[in-house]
Every structure is written in C-alpha cells, then in structure tokens.
C-alpha cells in the first residue's frame, strides 16, 4: 500500500516519475486567478486556516453544501474556527474530488501535515496549522513555490495602483471588460467619470475601452479575460451596432464590441482569453442572500460551433490577437480543439473550473494532444482567490507528467521529447506568450 499522499502520488509508473522529477521544481506562472493585489503589496498575514482556506473560496462552500452543513458555517457568522471544523468533517466524503487532493497537497506543502484531515483529526490539525501560520504571508508562499508572474482580474475601470513587482513576482493586471460589454447604463456613467467623458454611443465605449486598455498596459498588463455564456449570434458593423444601441437592443451590439475589442489586444499585445458554457447565479434566493461567486454557478449547454466559428471569421491573422479558449461544458473539447487547426493564434485552455479534476484534466489533455497540438499548451493556472492554491500547479504537473510517462512506457514517445513537451507546457510557452 502506497503512503497517504506520498511522493509518487498521481504518478502511475517509472516514466512518469522521471518526468515529473524534471519539472515539478520549475518556477509559476499564473497567467488567470482572482487574487487580492493588495495583499500582496501589503504582504497579508493570515491568523487562522479557517480564515485562508474558507473566506472566499466557493469551491469549498458548495462541497459543504452538498454534505449538509448548514449555510452559517459557511457564508455565514460562525467563527472561523467552527467553519474549518465543519469544512474538516465534510472532507472523507470528498474522495475522488479535486478538493481532497487539494486539500491534503496543501497541508503537506505548506503546513508540514501529512495526515488526513476529518473529524477527529481537526482540532490538531486546526491547532498545528495556526503555529505554522504565524511564520506564514502571501509573499512567503509566493516565494515557497516560485511564482514568478500572477495575474490578476481586473475591471476597466479600476486604478491598478498596487500593481508592481513585488521581490520576485510580478503582479499585474489582467483586463475583464464584462460589465462594459454588458452596456449597462450605471456602468457606462462610472467609465464615463474615469474617462472624462460622457459615454453616448458605442464609438464612445470602443474609444474608453482603448484608452484603459492603454492604461493596463502601461501597469504591466499582458492578458485580457472575458466571461459570458455563448458566443454571439450576429456580428453587426459598427453602424449597424450604433442603430441597434440607440433603439436599446444593446444584447445585440455584443458581437461588434467583442470583435472591436480583439482588434484592440492585437493592436497592444494582449493575449484574449474568452471563458464560456456557463450559466451563472441559477439560484434566486440564496444569490439574494450571498451574491456572486458563492458557489451557484453551474456548467450550461455546448455552444453552437457555428457561432464560435463565426466570431473568428470577423478577424483576420494580422487582426487576431493571440487566443485562449475556456469552455466549462467539456462535452464541446473536440470541436474547439479541431477549430483550432482552422484559424491561427487560438489555443485551447486549461481544464477550467467544474473540469479541473483529474479525470478533467486528463480528458483536456488527450483531447488537445489528439485534435490540437499537445506541446504549444499554456498549461495550469489557478483560477483561484486563495494564496495557498499553488498546490494546483503540482496536481497539474503530476497529472501532465504521469499521461507523458504512460505514453513513454508504451514505446509511443521517446523520454526527451517527453521531457521538453512537459518543460514547455508547464512554463516556456507561457513565458514565451507573456514576453518575459
């Protein structure tokens, strides 16, 4: 019986192992998560596990939901000491589940705790991590796993003033235009105000929209983000799209915005990743009661190819900014996969969210190794609002690793080129599209 997490955890034979050994130590590079700028400018402490592992993290909420507990231990007033405990006790029920390695790869790599964590254990594992966490801050954990670039998610109206390189991290923006696409009125006033101007046609929205992104990148921004349910229908000129804005068909101006704004990232250099196939907030009552992001998102139906297709229609290779597409319903991977092969500068992305499990992101990487190109992938990142997530990276590497070694082992792929195929999806060709 092999040891509780132990070394060759995810590694499945001597290949395998090989390979993971050659890359499990190389530096991060997050190119998409939610973390707090500000703390790491301030070097945030953290004096409670409860407080790191469950302030924001929706994941964990939803898993608590599902085994029952009640919401006060989890958006609710209960002590932090009382939602770990709970969290705790869900975990045994959480095998197979992305959040039980998660959970256990953190312990180990960041508090020193190689046991599991459930009922009886969590008072003593409550008390050992909060000893460990006193020596703990957001730059010491950035340090311990060697992230070299986080980018954050940030809106286009925001300052960016805690951006900056923080000892061997870069942190920089990242530009999420949802609610300008969204064209919402209150929205439009607040660009407005940042601007300088009054926002009264779409002109007016392209030209602030190029303005702030000239702004991000000036703050070191290198990625933009985009997150919606399906892809336009329709893609209207920006005459048409003006008539359709003034008789306040505004959904129907999406088209011509999206394409407006990918021209715009080619002009400057920012990478377009496009996050899509997800229905958001489906729960009426208890998005009343915690807002977005708190665990009632759910996976929605496959886009129309069509549609995706003909978005990429609109921009030629030279108007084309570098691409990368998200899809949370995986049933879509291989048409979007193989339209990659049909339209220059689009890759696919990291098994994202729901999918990033490791049957997930096994199936994205036989799926991209099969229609796409396996070796020009960008790799993991977190897609997380919490400081100790970097064990993501290591789950992903061992998983990378152990689909490389089975392929060696079976004599379809030579161990050198499996090596740098695994050197390069887990950091040079992010490196390489970030331009550092």
């Not at 006033?189 to 046609?201: A, D, F, N, P, S």
């Not at 339209?339 to 098994?351: C, D, Q, S």
């Not at 999918?355 to 977190?382: F, P």
């Amino acid at each position: 019986m092999k040891t509780f997490f132990g070394s060759d955890l995810l590694l499945t034979c001597e290949s395998a192992k090989a390979v993971y050994g050659r890359v499990k130590d190389l530096p991060i590079l997050d190119y998409h998560c939610h973390l707090d700028q500000c703390k790491i400018r301030d070097d945030a402490k953290f004096a409670d596990i409860g407080q790191l592992w469950l302030a924001g993290d929706h994941y964990k909420w939803r898993a608590m939901r599902l085994c029952g507990v009640d919401e006060a231990y989890i958006t609710g007033k209960a002590s932090w000491h009382d939602k770990f405990i709970k969290y705790a006790e869900t975990v045994p029920q959480l095998a197979g589940n992305p959040l039980y390695y998660w959970t256990h790869m953190e312990l180990s790599q960041v508090f020193g705790i190689h046991e599991p964590l459930n009922k009886e254990s969590a008072e003593r594992i409550y008390g050992q991590a909060n000893e460990k966490l006193r020596h703990i801050s957001v730059r010491s954990l950035l340090r311990q796993y060697k992230v070299e670039f986080v980018a954050t998610t940030d809106d286009p109206c925001d300052d960016l003033a805690a951006h900056g390189k923080y000892e061997n991290t870069v942190v920089a923006p990242t530009f999420r235009p949802d609610k300008l696409l969204a064209l919402d009125g209150e929205y439009l006033k607040r660009l407005g105000k940042t601007v300088g101007y009054e926002i009264k046609t779409l002109a007016d929205v392209l030209r602030a929209a190029e303005e702030r992104l000239q702004y991000f990148v000036s703050r070191g921004c290198k990625m933009s983000d985009h997150g919606f349910l399906r892809f336009p229908a329709k893609y209207p000129s920006l005459a048409e799209a003006e008539e359709l804005f003034a008789a306040g068909e505004k959904e129907h101006a999406f088209g011509c915005l999206l394409v407006g704004l990918a021209k715009l990232y080619k002009k400057y250099g920012v990478v377009m990743q496009m996050h899509f196939a997800v229905t958001r907030n489906v729960n009426p009552a208890m998005y009343a009661r915690c807002g977005a992001d708190a665990g009632f998102d759910v996976i929605a139906e496959s886009s129309r190819i069509g549609d995706v297709i003909e978005f990429f229609r609109q921009l030629s290779d030279e108007e084309r900014p570098e691409t990368i597409l998200y899809t949370l319903n995986d049933a879509e991977l291989p048409a979007l996969a193989a339209l990659t092969g049909a339209f220059r500068h689009v890759k696919m992305g990291a098994a994202w969210w729901f999918n990033d499990t490791v049957q997930g992101i096994r199936k994205n990487l036989s799926v991209i190794a099969e229609y796409s190109a396996l070796g020009t992938n960008y790799g993991m990142l977190t897609d997380s609002r919490s400081f100790s997530s970097y064990a993501r990276f290591d789950f992903f590497r061992r998983i990378l690793s152990d689909h490389l070694g089975g392929l060696v082992e079976k004599g379809e792929l030579d161990m050198a080129a499996a090596v740098a195929l695994a050197e390069n999806v887990c950091y040079n060709n992010s490196k390489e599209m970030l331009g550092l």
